[in-house]
């Protein structure tokens, strides 16, 4: 069982910054991969990024490459999500989920049912 549960957004105007942070339960928590995913009023879920149970590899969409940073400290339990230069059409809900199952490259990993486990959401309000 893993408990996820995000922490960090807020309401900043396009240009701004945040940093949404995920804090996980459970001992292996540095076995899985960890992704955040993001969906605004009317739209399907979308996928943003994910990063490896270790760190070392990292995922992003094209819309926030370069804007995002995904990372990891283990030894807290948590994932982050940096996230740089916001446009209004970031507004979302931002969720974390962790893939516990394993098994599957990560580069594939970018649906929701890719991952088993999934936080409560954080709000991410741009204003322009």
């Known amino acids: 069982q893993v408990q996820l549960v995000e922490s960090g957004g807020g309401l900043v105007q396009a240009g701004g910054s945040l940093r949404l942070s995920c804090a996980a339960s459970g001992r292996t928590f540095n076995y899985y991969v960890t992704g955040w995913f993001r969906q605004a009023p009317g739209k399907e879920r979308e996928f943003v990024s994910t990063i490896s149970g270790r760190g070392g590899v990292t995922y992003y969409t094209d819309s926030v490459k370069g804007r995002f940073t995904i990372s990891r400290d283990n030894a807290k339990n948590t994932v982050y999500l940096q996230m740089n230069s916001l446009k209004p059409e970031d507004t979302a809900v931002y969720y974390c989920?962790?893939?516990?199952?394993?098994?599957?490259?990560?580069?594939?990993?970018?649906?929701?049912?890719?991952?088993?486990?999934w936080g409560q959401g954080t709000q991410v309000t741009v204003s322009s």
């Open positions: 989920a962790a893939d516990t199952r394993g098994g599957r490259p990560i580069a594939t990993m970018t649906r929701s049912d890719d991952y088993d486990y």
